[in-house]
C-alpha cells in the first residue's frame, strides 16, 4: 500500500471513530459531557492525518447498544481495534509516518483503557 493509501485508511479509521463518539453522544446524551475529552482526541488524530484538510466525519452514522455501558463498550472495542490496525501498520510505513502510527496507537490504547472509567 502507497504512503497516501495508508494515509487514507487511517484517516478514515478515525473518521468512523469520530462519527461513533457523536453517534454515542446523540444516543445517550448523558454521556455528552463524559465523552467530550474522548472525542476531542479523536478528532485531533483526525486533524494529524489530513494535514489540515477536513476534519468532520462523513458517512453514515454507526448503530449505538441501547444501554449506555454497552456504548460505551463499543466505544472500547472500536479505539482497541484500531490502535492494533495502526501498530500493525507501523512495519510498511516511512518514518515520518510510522512514528505518528505508533503516537497514534499509543494514544488509542490509553483512550481504551480510560474509556473503562466511563462504563463503570
Known amino acids: 500500500m502507497s504512503v497516501q493509501g ?3 485508511r487511517t484517516a478514515r479509521d478515525s473518521t468512523t471513530l469520530v462519527a461513533r463518539y457523536e453517534a454515542t453522544e446523540r444516543a445517550h446524551p448523558a454521556l455528552v459531557e463524559p465523552l467530550a475529552p474522548f472525542r476531542a482526541v479523536a478528532l485531533a488524530h483526525l486533524r ?4 489540515g484538510g477536513p476534519s468532520g466525519p ?9 444501554a449506555p455501558a454497552d456504548a460505551v463498550g463499543a466505544l472500547i472495542e472500536a479505539e482497541r481495534r484500531i490502535a492494533e490496525e495502526r501498530l500493525a ?3 510498511e510505513a516511512p518514518p515520518e509516518l510510522a512514528r505518528l502510527l505508533a503516537s497514534l496507537a499509543a494514544a488509542g490504547a490509553a483512550q481504551a483503557q480510560l474509556l473503562e472509567g466511563v462504563r463503570a
Open 6 to 8: 495508508l494515509r487514507r
Open 48 to 51: 494529524a492525518l489530513r494535514d
Open 58 to 66: 462523513s458517512g453514515q452514522a454507526p448503530e449505538v447498544p441501547p
Open 89 to 91: 501498520a507501523v512495519t
